[in-house]
C-alpha cells in the first residue's frame, strides 16, 4: 500500500507570496492532520480534516488554512508569507479520528520564504 | 495542558551500546504513547506505540513501556547500529500529536 504522499517537496517564496501544499493520505485513510516543523519551535498542530470538516485546530494565524476532498485528499494553503513561516511542513494520515488512531506521516514540503 | 519531556540531546554511543532516551509526559486520562523516528532531510516514521498502562511496544530491537505509575514511555534498545542514528520524538495523541522536542542520536563505529 503507498503511504502518504506529499507535493511539491521543496518550494522557495517570497514574502507576501501565498502557498499551497497537497497532501493523499494511505488509501481507506479518512483522517488528514497537518504539522509545521522547525528549529525553534519543534513539532507543531495546525490542523485536522476528517470525511471534509476540520476537526481540531491548533493556535496558528488565520493565514493558516486547509481544506480537504471527497477522495480524503487535503491542501493546506498559507496566505501572506512571513519569513517565520519557513519550515517543514508534514502532513499526517489515519484511518479515523481519535485519540486511539495512529498517524503515519509523508516525507514533508520544505518550505523557504526569503 | 498535556506536555511531553524528552532528555536532552545529542546523545552519542559507539556501535552495539545500549540505549536509553527518557520520555514523560504530562495528562489527564491515559493517552495513547508513540515513538516516532526521523532520517534526516526525511519525515517521520512511527517506531512503536502503546495505546494503554503497562503495554508494551516493540519493533525492530527498540522497547518502550506505558508506565501510568511513572508517567514514562522510555524508549530502549540493546545494541545500537550506525544505522539507528536519527532523531527521535516521544509524542501523545489528543487527536492531535503532541510531541517534545526530540533527541538526536549519534552512533559511531
Known amino acids: 500500500k503507498a503511504g502518504v504522499t506529499q507535493t511539491p517537496r521543496y518550494l522557495i517564496k517570497t514574502r507576501g507570496q501565498q502557498v499551497t501544499l497537497s497532501c493523499s493520505p494511505i488509501?481507506?485513510?479518512?483522517?488528514v492532520s497537518w504539522y509545521q516543523q522547525t528549529p525553534g519551535q519543534g513539532l507543531q498542530f495546525l490542523f485536522e480534516?476528517?470525511?471534509?470538516?476540520?476537526?481540531n485546530k491548533g493556535n496558528f494565524p488565520g493565514r493558516f488554512s486547509g481544506r480537504q476532498f471527497s477522495n480524503s485528499r487535503s491542501e493546506m494553503n498559507v496566505s501572506t508569507l512571513e519569513l517565520g513561516d519557513s519550515a517543514l511542513y508534514l502532513c499526517?494520515?489515519?484511518?479515523?479520528?481519535?485519540?486511539?488512531?495512529?498517524?503515519?506521516f509523508g516525507p514533508g514540503t520544505r518550505l523557504l520564504v526569503l | 495542558g498535556d506536555s511531553v519531556t524528552q532528555m536532552e540531546g545529542p546523545v552519542t554511543l559507539s556501535e552495539e551500546a545500549f540505549l536509553t532516551i527518557n520520555c514523560t509526559y504530562t495528562?489527564?486520562?491515559?493517552?495513547?504513547l508513540f515513538w516516532y523516528v526521523q532520517y534526516p532531510g526525511e519525515g517521520l516514521q512511527l517506531l512503536l506505540k502503546?495505546?494503554?498502562?503497562?503495554d508494551k511496544g516493540s519493533n525492530k530491537g527498540f522497547e518502550a513501556t506505558y508506565r501510568k505509575e511513572t508517567t514514562s514511555f522510555h524508549l530502549e534498545k540493546g545494541s545500537v547500529q550506525v544505522s539507528d542514528s536519527a532523531v527521535y520524538f516521544c509524542?501523545?495523541?489528543?487527536?492531535?500529536?503532541?510531541f517534545g522536542q526530540g533527541t538526536e542520536l549519534s552512533v559511531k563505529p
Open positions: 499526517a494520515s489515519s484511518l479515523g479520528s481519535g485519540d486511539k488512531e495512529t498517524q503515519y
Open positions: 502503546a495505546t494503554k498502562a503497562d
Open positions: 488509501s481507506g485513510h479518512r483522517s
Open positions: 480534516y476528517f470525511s471534509e470538516t476540520q476537526r
Open positions: 509524542a501523545l495523541s489528543r487527536g492531535k500529536l503532541i
Open positions: 495528562a489527564t486520562g491515559y493517552p495513547s
